[in-house]
């Protein structure tokens, strides 16, 4: 992506719009295992094609959204297995995101 990305997954219970970002982004941004800080999403899975992302960006704080996160969310997402195929679409508080990956070797596409 260019740039660090921290993923974190969220439970099934957990509702994405209720996790403390102002408390979680800064201390996973500025940990140690990051030298250069990291940009940190927090991700839901919705269903086997859509992910729910909110993102705090390194530098930055909490941002309505975030392309090069949504990649590495995507990305993540599809090599886990948690999401079917090699397309997802990624909801964050300023809209909807598709993010295409079709393996190792292959070009990330992101459109929205």
Known sequence: ???PHCIVYIGDNEDIKKIPLQSWG???ENDPVFPNKTNVEFV???DKNHIDMRVWERGVGETLACG???C???VSSIKLNKITGS???VKVPGGELNV???GPNSNV???G
Do not use: Q
């Open 87 to 89: 397309s997802v679409n």
């Open 72 to 74: 590495a969310a995507g």
């Open 68 to 70: 090069t996160g949504a």
């Open 44 to 46: 839901k899975i919705r």
């Open 1 to 3: 992506m260019g740039n």
């Open 100 to 102: 295409l990956w079709k």
């Open 109 to 111: 596409f992101l459109e």
């Open 26 to 28: 800064p201390i996973i």
